[in-house]
């Protein structure tokens, strides 16, 4: 579920009301309302609130909890969005909204866990390792979305969207242990490190065991201000 803030600008009203033949007895002057069905165009940015959870499976030997890859389990955060978007009435506080634009999708987690730590190939001990992973994606926006007035300046909307993955996922982990331990990662040129930084892109068409999709359908909630 994603919470979204969202600016409508430049609002734009079309719409066409004719009065060539008028009722007996209507008024030659009325006052002025608004269009019944106004159509609005305009630009919409605001941040949405990303989350994720997942079932982690270890082959072989099953490792104690907790472990540093444990923080894959879940994750969250917020990411920008902008779009062009159409507004059309239906109803006094009813409306149909459809929208493209681009939405970024970016969350993390950290946490600590427990490794096993190998002296000269055969001492093992514990040591704790500070674990964190940020994952981000950029995405193509179309979608469509009911929207219903709760006051002439807040409104909520609630419909299906489509991502069309722009690039590659862009995924980075980071892997840290006590300056002070015996332990650490050993690094390409052999010496030992205490902190190990990993950075992938990862594309729908790339050699990996769970590639991302090049495209998802969802759900969407808003809120919005105008």
């Excluded at 949405?48 to 540093?68: E, H, K, L, R």
């Excluded at 190939?121 to 193509?140: E, G, H, K, P």
């Amino acid at each position: 579920m994603r919470w979204r803030c969202m600016l409508l600008l430049f609002p734009l009203l079309l719409y066409a009301q004719e009065d060539v033949l008028r009722p007996r007895g209507a008024p030659v002057f009325e006052p002025w309302t608004e269009a019944r069905t106004p159509i609005r165009l305009g630009l919409e940015g605001g941040i949405s609130w990303n989350s994720t959870s997942q079932s982690i499976t270890y082959t072989g030997v099953q490792p104690t909890p907790p472990t540093p890859m444990d923080i894959f389990k879940s994750g969250s955060g917020i990411s920008p969005a902008a779009a062009a978007a159409v507004d059309i009435g239906i109803a006094p506080k009813l409306g149909l909204q459809f929208k493209l634009g681009y939405e970024q999708k970016k969350w993390s987690n950290s946490g600590s866990g427990i490794a096993d730590c190998v002296y000269f190939l055969d001492i093992v001990s514990d040591v704790s390792v500070q674990s964190r992973y940020t994952v981000q994606a950029n995405y193509l926006a179309i979608g469509a979305a009911l929207r219903y007035d709760l006051t002439p300046q807040l409104w909520l909307t609630v419909g299906p969207v489509y991502h069309r993955l722009l690039g590659k996922v862009r995924q980075t982990e980071r892997y840290e242990v006590d300056p002070t331990s015996d332990c650490g990662f050993i690094g390409p040129d052999g010496d030992l490190y205490r902190v190990l930084e990993i950075e992938a892109k990862i594309g729908p068409d790339d050699p990996v065991p769970t590639p991302p999709s090049s495209g998802r359908f969802g759900a969407e909630l808003g809120i919005g201000y105008r």
